[in-house]
Protein backbone atom coordinates (compact mmCIF):
# COMPACT_ATOMS: atom_id res chain seq x y z
CA UNK A 1 0.00 0.00 0.00
CA UNK A 2 1.33 3.30 -0.79
CA UNK A 3 1.96 6.04 1.88
CA UNK A 4 0.93 8.68 -1.07
CA UNK A 5 -2.48 7.51 -0.52
CA UNK A 6 -3.53 7.15 2.98
CA UNK A 7 -3.87 9.06 5.99
CA UNK A 8 -1.69 8.27 9.16
CA UNK A 9 -4.41 5.95 10.50
CA UNK A 10 -4.82 3.68 7.34
CA UNK A 11 -1.03 2.84 7.46
CA UNK A 12 -2.03 0.14 10.18
CA UNK A 13 -4.58 -1.25 8.62
CA UNK A 14 -3.28 -4.00 5.75
CA UNK A 15 -5.58 -3.68 2.62
CA UNK A 16 -7.88 -0.81 3.94
CA UNK A 17 -8.95 1.73 1.53
CA UNK A 18 -8.09 5.18 2.94
CA UNK A 19 -11.19 7.75 3.43
CA UNK A 20 -8.44 11.02 2.67
CA UNK A 21 -5.55 10.96 1.05
CA UNK A 22 -2.64 12.49 2.86
CA UNK A 23 0.29 14.92 1.13
CA UNK A 24 2.00 15.20 4.24
CA UNK A 25 3.18 14.18 7.52
CA UNK A 26 4.79 15.18 10.96
CA UNK A 27 8.11 13.95 12.42
CA UNK A 28 6.17 12.18 15.39
CA UNK A 29 3.85 10.52 12.79
CA UNK A 30 6.68 9.14 10.14
CA UNK A 31 8.48 7.70 12.82
CA UNK A 32 5.74 5.64 14.63
CA UNK A 33 4.57 4.33 11.48
CA UNK A 34 7.87 3.51 10.23
CA UNK A 35 8.66 2.14 13.29
CA UNK A 36 11.57 4.43 14.72
CA UNK A 37 11.97 7.18 17.12
CA UNK A 38 11.93 10.31 16.55
CA UNK A 39 15.71 11.35 16.17
CA UNK A 40 16.04 8.31 13.56
CA UNK A 41 13.72 10.69 11.30
CA UNK A 42 15.70 13.61 12.18
CA UNK A 43 18.95 12.14 11.06
CA UNK A 44 17.55 11.34 8.02
CA UNK A 45 16.59 14.50 7.60
CA UNK A 46 19.94 16.31 7.94
CA UNK A 47 21.66 13.61 6.00
CA UNK A 48 19.01 14.40 3.11
CA UNK A 49 17.47 11.40 3.66
CA UNK A 50 14.07 13.21 3.86
CA UNK A 51 12.85 16.21 2.98
CA UNK A 52 10.92 18.45 4.75
CA UNK A 53 9.19 21.59 4.76
CA UNK A 54 8.09 24.49 7.26
CA UNK A 55 4.63 24.97 7.62
CA UNK A 56 2.79 27.08 10.69
CA UNK A 57 5.96 26.21 13.00
CA UNK A 58 5.71 22.51 11.75
CA UNK A 59 8.20 20.69 10.19
CA UNK A 60 5.92 18.24 7.50
CA UNK A 61 7.45 15.70 5.29
CA UNK A 62 5.93 15.36 2.17
CA UNK A 63 4.63 12.02 1.45
CA UNK A 64 6.47 11.61 -1.63
CA UNK A 65 9.97 12.24 0.45
CA UNK A 66 8.86 8.74 2.29
CA UNK A 67 7.88 6.84 -0.91
CA UNK A 68 11.31 7.94 -1.78
CA UNK A 69 13.35 7.07 1.52
CA UNK A 70 11.35 3.94 1.48
CA UNK A 71 12.09 2.91 -2.51
CA UNK A 72 15.75 3.41 -1.96
CA UNK A 73 16.17 1.31 1.38
CA UNK A 74 17.28 -2.57 0.90
CA UNK A 75 17.05 -5.12 3.26
CA UNK A 76 20.08 -7.24 3.64
CA UNK A 77 19.25 -11.33 4.96
CA UNK A 78 21.67 -13.36 5.47
Do not use: H, N
Request: aromatic fraction near 6%; include cysteine.
Amino acid sequence: MSILSTGASDWEKPGSRPTTARSAFSVQEVAKQLGVCQASVYRALKRGELEAVMFGGRRLIPAWSIEKLLGQTRVVTP
